[in-house]
C-alpha cells in the first residue's frame, strides 16, 4: 500500500457505549492500534440515557479535544428527541 501524509486522510473512530466510563483510556488504546497522535473525529456511539455515562463521557471527549488528541467530536446513533442531548 502506497504512504500517504497523515494530513491527507481524515480518521474517524468511535467511543463504544461500553466504553462510556473511561473515554481517555478508549481513546488511547484506539491511537496505539491505529499508530496515530491524533483523531480527526471521535464519535461517541449510542448514548444510552438510561445508563446516564454520557454526559461524563462527552465531558472526557471535551477535555481530549482541548488537548491536541480529537480535533472534532460529535455523536451518532442518537435519539435527537430524546431530553439530555450530550452537548445540552
Known sequence: MPQSNREELF????????DHKRPREALLDSLKKLQLDYIDLYLMH????????YVEAWKG?????????IKSIGVCNFQMNRPGNPGD
Open 11 to 18: 480518521i474517524t473512530t468511535k467511543l463504544w457505549n461500553d
Open 46 to 53: 449510542w448514548p444510552v440515557p438510561a445508563i446516564d455515562h
Open 61 to 69: 471527549m471535551i477535555e481530549l479535544q482541548k488537548e491536541g488528541l
